[in-house]
């Protein structure tokens, strides 16, 4: 087990947003000054079928979808050659997963807002949720002015 791995991890909800580029970014950062692992989690949607073809069907392509917005995030991430990196993908309610997460975290980051955005809102709905109900400290990083 790495020093690393001993100490615990930082975790980093991504969604594809540049509001989540930039958490991601803060996170690799704190993550390299605090020696810690860097746990990157993307959530995407868990389907339910109603008519039509089952959602069985669907699970492989949304999920091979999901590993595709994965790869992107990691291959745009500046150097991380230093920190360990972990990739989560899991099927959910990106809130409620991330608060889960961040039961084995020292600190879970999100962005402001992610790809659900609303013109003049200082948060979106997962970074309130994170903050009041995530069992270790939250950082929410701001877009830049």
Same mark, same amino acid.
């Given at each position: 087990?790495?020093?690393?791995?001993a100490?615990?991890?930082?975790?980093?909800?991504?969604?594809g947003?540049?509001h989540?580029?930039?958490?991601? $970014?803060?996170? =690799?950062? !704190? +993550?390299?000054?605090?020696?810690?692992? /860097?746990? @990157?989690?993307?959530?995407?949607?868990?389907?339910?079928?109603?008519?039509?073809p089952?959602?069985?069907e669907?699970?492989?392509?949304?999920?091979?979808?999901?590993?595709?917005?994965m790869?992107?995030?990691?291959?745009?991430?500046?150097d991380?050659?230093?920190?360990?990196?972990e990739r989560?993908?899991?099927?959910?309610?990106? $809130?409620?997963? =991330?608060? !889960? +997460?961040?039961?084995?975290?020292?600190? /879970?980051v @999100?962005?402001?807002?992610?790809l659900?955005?609303?013109?003049g809102?200082?948060?979106g709905?997962?970074?309130?949720?994170?903050?009041?109900?995530?069992?270790?400290?939250?950082?929410?990083?701001?877009?830049?002015?």
């Amino acid at each position: 087990m790495s020093a690393a791995r001993a100490q615990g991890k930082i975790v980093v909800g991504v969604d594809g947003s540049k509001h989540a580029a930039r958490a991601l $970014s803060w996170a =690799l950062e !704190e +993550a390299r000054l605090r020696g810690l692992v /860097l746990n @990157v989690v993307y959530v995407f949607p868990a389907l339910v079928s109603h008519a039509g073809p089952t959602a069985h069907e669907y699970y492989p392509q949304v999920e091979k979808e999901a590993e595709g917005v994965m790869e992107r995030v990691l291959a745009a991430m500046p150097d991380h050659s230093d920190v360990d990196v972990e990739r989560t993908l899991v099927p959910g309610n990106p $809130s409620a997963q =991330l608060v !889960e +997460a961040s039961r084995e975290a020292k600190l /879970l980051v @999100v962005g402001s807002r992610g790809l659900g955005e609303f013109r003049g809102m200082l948060l979106g709905s997962v970074s309130i949720h994170c903050v009041q109900q995530a069992h270790c400290p939250v950082v929410v990083v701001r877009e830049e002015d």
